[in-house]
């Protein structure tokens, strides 16, 4: 799988989820941002993050490792999203990209080994994203791939999955709608899963 397949699953929603982060600003601060990663047009995505306010805060931090990841900088997007987690231990976004970084390295490297320590690193960075904020639907996407995906004895499963769907579906349509797609997709429910994404598309 290549950097730019994941990114077709990564670019969810035109809207910006900074509330609850405890170093997030306003919505409309990050509107242009957001826009530009969905677009993948990253080049400009990382120079409007450029002309953010000077004093760092994480949810800076955390598009600067978003736009790492799709432009396929996996190296840099680890130490910024691991910068991120050790400043800012209590933030949600920090957690969920860092969680994001290592569900890409899955996909791209070969090492069996290294696979299974950033299977742990996924799964564990997601789950505290989520326990930092539950009202983190993308951190919750996510686990629903990972736990889709993963088999049990690194922390996969169905069940695990389908929970993390119905807690979409019960904060935000949209969100659960990606989410059972997402699932769908993974039981190989292809016919499904098209018909969730379309849902989605209509309410974004």
Excluded at 9 to 15: G, I
Excluded at 82 to 94: A, F, G, N, T
Excluded at 149 to 156: K, T, V
Aim: proline fraction near 2%.
């Amino acid at each position: 799988m290549t950097i730019a397949f994941w990114a077709m699953f990564t670019a969810y929603s035109s809207e910006v989820r900074a509330a609850g982060d405890a170093a997030s600003a306003s919505a409309a601060e990050f509107a242009p941002i957001v826009q530009a990663i969905n677009a993948f047009d990253l080049v400009r995505a990382s120079s409007l993050l450029d002309r953010q306010a000077a004093e760092e805060r994480a949810v800076e931090i955390y598009y600067r490792s978003r736009i790492q990841i799709l432009t396929g900088d996996l190296a840099d997007a680890g130490s910024t999203a691991e910068r991120c987690v050790s400043r800012w231990p209590d933030s949600s976004l920090c957690h969920e990209v860092k969680g994001e970084w290592a569900m890409v390295n899955l996909v791209v490297q070969g090492n069996v080994f290294k696979q299974l320590g950033d299977s742990r690193k996924a799964r564990r960075s997601l789950e505290r994203s989520v326990e930092l904020d539950p009202d983190n639907l993308r951190a919750r996407v996510l686990l629903v791939r990972y736990y889709s995906l993963a088999p049990w004895f690194i922390g996969g499963g169905k069940d695990k999955a389908r929970a993390q769907v119905e807690a979409c579906r019960q904060r935000d349509p949209f969100w659960g709608h990606e989410a059972a797609a997402l699932l769908a997709l993974a039981e190989g429910r292809y016919t499904d899963a098209v018909e969730g994404f379309k849902q989605a598309q209509a309410l974004d």
